[in-house]
């Protein structure tokens, strides 16, 4: 173990454990890295011009570059990237909301906190992940690098995925009939460098109706309280849109809030823009209001993979509805905040650790 995974485990149990004088020296560790990582992470002039031109109906041509020096503030401030800033509409919110919402750098915050680094790494690897969960997978999972024709046979089109890859980032579906050989195909995989091989998810055909191109997912989160209690928490549905066959939302899924106790969409669909949808953008099915089925056998997933990792207390569970009933498709022990926060425009910072703590 290295001595920052030793560090950071004396310095999350004082966070959760110590008292006032210990919390309080492990709060000011956690936010001097987060301090280091803003200076060295900012926000690219280039990324936040394109995004003040995409978003340039929310506000005045006039308050341009007081728009500009306002997210440039909030990302060395509150830890809120370009997207954050105008998905969580910050441009309008005063500064008790900006302080509430969950940004991508609280996510790293917390998830150090929450989470063992050297059990969180596990899920960064979504093989490893795979290993571990193999049973609630039910589906064939292989490394690119031993992808053959017999894989092939069995699963003419299938996913491939970048075994480190997040926010649907190196994704894509392959079938041998675009291909003049399996040879060929093989070759194509194996150029793409370090990935795994997926059975295609048959998936249950009420989300399919969504959006029949892509496996059409449920995100729900995990939280380990102070007491050892799992909570299930901030659960959020995701569809594809257009030809895409990926539905994570930075790659343009509408996202909704779900309530976790009864599986019922509470809000309209959201896409990365912030623009709310109340209809699905190419079935015209409405979100609001719909009943995720068999929700009680999700739940039941969740809490068993959640009690499989003692040492991750915050993980975002994703899980899809196939034939035979709900599957587990990938953990993420870095799991962002973005889908329920940009659909219910609800800060969630503080009801997390009110959780975590049980206040």
Not at 71 to 81: F, L
Not at 131 to 145: D, H
Not at 288 to 317: D, H, N, R
Request: overall charge neutral.
């Amino acid at each position: 173990m290295s001595l920052i995974d030793k560090g950071n485990r004396i310095l999350s149990n004082w966070y959760l454990h110590g008292g006032t004088f210990l919390h309080g020296v492990s709060s000011f560790a956690y936010d001097s890295a987060c301090y280091v990582h803003k200076l060295s992470h900012k926000p690219a002039e280039e990324r936040i011009e394109k995004l003040l031109d995409q978003n340039a109906s929310v506000y005045k041509a006039q308050d341009r570059e007081k728009i500009k020096k306002d997210i440039e503030r909030c990302w060395m401030k509150y830890g809120y990237s370009a997207e954050d800033y105008f998905m969580y509409h910050i441009y309008e919110a005063d500064e008790q909301k900006k302080e509430g919402f969950i940004s991508a750098v609280d996510t790293l915050k917390i998830a150090s906190i929450l989470n063992d680094r050297e059990e969180a790494r596990i899920l960064t690897h979504k093989y490893r992940t795979y290993e571990l969960f193999k049973e609630f997978y039910k589906r064939e999972v292989i490394r690119g690098e031993d992808l053959d024709e017999e894989f092939i046979r069995r699963h003419p089109r299938f996913i491939v995925k970048d075994d480190t890859g997040s926010r649907g980032v190196g994704i894509y579906a392959v079938d041998i009939k675009d291909f003049a050989s399996a040879e060929e195909l093989i070759a194509k995989v194996r150029s793409s460098g370090n990935v795994v091989c997926e059975e295609m998810i048959k998936q249950d055909p009420r989300l399919a109706a969504f959006h029949p191109a892509s496996v059409n997912t449920v995100k729900v989160r995990t939280l380990r309280t102070v007491n050892g209690k799992i909570v299930l928490w901030a659960s959020n549905f995701r569809t594809g849109q257009k030809n895409s066959v990926i539905d994570n939302s930075f790659m343009g899924g509408p996202a909704c809030l779900v309530d976790q106790e009864t599986g019922i969409v509470l809000t309209d669909g959201c896409a990365e823009t912030g623009v709310m949808l109340k209809k699905h953008p190419d079935s015209g099915l409405v979100f609001k209001g719909f009943q995720l089925p068999e929700w009680e056998q999700a739940k039941k997933l969740v809490l068993t993979l959640a009690e499989k990792t003692e040492k991750l207390s915050y993980v975002g569970w994703d899980i899809a509805l196939s034939k035979e009933g709900w599957i587990m498709v990938e953990g993420n022990s870095y799991a962002q905040m973005t889908g329920p926060q940009k659909a219910s425009l609800k800060p969630m910072k503080k009801e997390l650790w009110d959780i975590v703590f049980e206040r």
